[in-house]
Nanobody
Framework: VQLQASGGGSVQPGGSLRLSCTASGGTFSNYLMGWFRQAPGKEREFVAGISWSGGSTWYADSVKGRFTIFRDNAENTVYLYMSSLQAEDTAVYSC??????????????????WGQGTLVTVSS
């Protein structure tokens, strides 16, 4: 499956942004989806995940209450709505897919497919 992320950009602190990740070449509903981010000089970190049905979501503590992940299986797309953005949220955000086995993976190696990143810059 191929993943294409989009929606990054520059935003002021306190602002919001919505990222999209569209899948092709596979059956989207077979996969749980995740968002990760990597800031300059830092390791890639988990942001949010969602089960194949959308019925289960899980978040990193650093974004809980500010970010929302959701998906539209009819459109083969997963979204990440980010609000109350802070400078620490500046990073390249990537989407990833994993076969849904009922778990809630948070580690990069648990995901099978990756899209290219989209840059989010939070700055005044």
């Amino acid at each position: 499956v191929q993943l294409q992320a989009s929606g990054g950009g520059s935003v002021q602190p306190g602002g919001s942004l919505r990222l999209s990740c569209t899948a092709s070449g596979g059956t989207f509903s077979n996969y749980l989806m995740g968002w990760f981010r990597q800031a300059p000089g830092k390791e890639r970190e988990f942001v949010a995940g969602i089960s194949w049905s959308g019925g289960s979501t899980w978040y990193a503590d650093s974004v809980k209450g500010r970010f929302t992940i959701f998906r539209d299986n009819a459109e083969n797309t997963v979204y990440l709505y980010m609000s109350s953005l802070q400078a620490e949220d500046t990073a390249v955000y990537s989407c990833a897919a994993a076969y849904d086995t009922g778990s809630s993976p948070r580690r990069p190696y648990e995901y099978n497919y990756w899209g290219q990143g989209t840059l989010v810059t939070v700055s005044s």
